[in-house]
């Protein structure tokens, strides 16, 4: 037997790639096991002061000709009056339909770090409901990811019991700018905290069930908690989300 043949073989997913300090652009590597859903991409760098554009390519192999799919065209611009970013993904050697991304916080003469995060999420429908069939207890967590759409009105996450009624509500109105627990009586609790839901941007909103309540995060950061007593939660049965979102996740 040779050094290693007891070893269990290394799943593809758990090969850490070395880091590449200073690469010569443009820059082409392997990504060992391919994209796939966990991987994560990090990029260090700094614009430089008089850059146009730059892009970050993940394409299907490395030959130059033919010129291969590139699956995620990410394509930053500095040239106009708006600096935007460029998504786009080239089939058969045809650009497909672009995305565009105002606001970008990239800016000429600054360093950056970006990272690309992929997952296996699709797009889905909303309004959409998910079922909570044992209701909700201490240390669950309900988490929905999504995507605010360019002119949003508003998102609502709501939670309803066995009988339909809706013991509460989460809503962040764009028009107020202001993110609320909404009581079955319509009775607003604002949340006093800035309001972190912008256009083009994801969020990640996460409930935590606790005792006598439930603790509210977004986009990582702790915003308080909503007093429910444990019956109320334990009788808890979907959960309910519409609004002017593109919805990608909703994890129970
Ligand atoms: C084209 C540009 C390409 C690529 C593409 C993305 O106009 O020449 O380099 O950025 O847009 O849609």
């Given at each position: 037997m040779s050094p290693g043949e007891n070893l269990d073989p290394i799943p593809d997913c758990f090969i850490l790639q070395p880091p590449v300090f200073h690469p010569v652009i443009p820059y082409v590597t392997t990504i060992f096991g391919g994209l796939h859903a966990g991987k994560m991409v990090m990029l260090q760098g700094v614009v430089p002061l008089r850059a146009h554009r730059f892009q970050v390519?993940?394409?299907?192999?490395?030959?130059?000709?033919?010129?291969?799919?590139?699956?995620?065209?990410?394509?930053?611009?500095?040239?106009?009056?708006?600096p935007h970013v460029i998504c786009n993904t080239l089939h058969s050697g045809c650009w497909q339909r672009e995305a565009r991304w105002p606001g970008v916080a990239l800016q000429r003469g600054a360093s950056f770090l970006i990272l690309f995060l992929f997952g296996n999420e699709e797009v889905k429908?909303?309004?959409?409901?998910?079922?909570?069939?044992?209701?909700?207890?201490?240390?669950?967590?309900?988490?929905?990811?999504?995507?605010?759409?360019?002119?949003p009105k508003e998102f609502t996450l709501s939670l309803r019991d066995e009988a339909s009624r809706t013991p509460v509500m989460l809503r962040a109105s764009f028009t107020d700018r202001t993110l609320a627990w909404v009581s079955p009586w319509g009775f607003k609790k604002l949340i006093s905290a800035p309001f972190l839901f912008y256009p083009q941007r994801f969020f990640e909103v996460l409930l935590l069930c606790q005792e006598g309540g439930l603790k509210l995060a977004l986009n990582g950061q702790p915003l308080g908690s909503t007093n429910l007593d444990q019956q109320t939660l334990e009788r808890l049965r979907e959960v309910r989300i519409s609004g002017s979102i593109q919805l990608y996740c909703v994890h129970y």
């Open positions: 390519d993940f394409q299907c192999g490395c030959s130059l000709y033919p010129q291969p799919d590139i699956a995620i065209h990410f394509n930053p611009r500095f040239h106009t009056t708006k429908q909303v309004p959409c409901s998910r079922a909570l069939p044992q209701g909700l207890w201490p240390g669950q967590v309900i988490i929905v990811r999504g995507l605010v759409l360019q002119e």
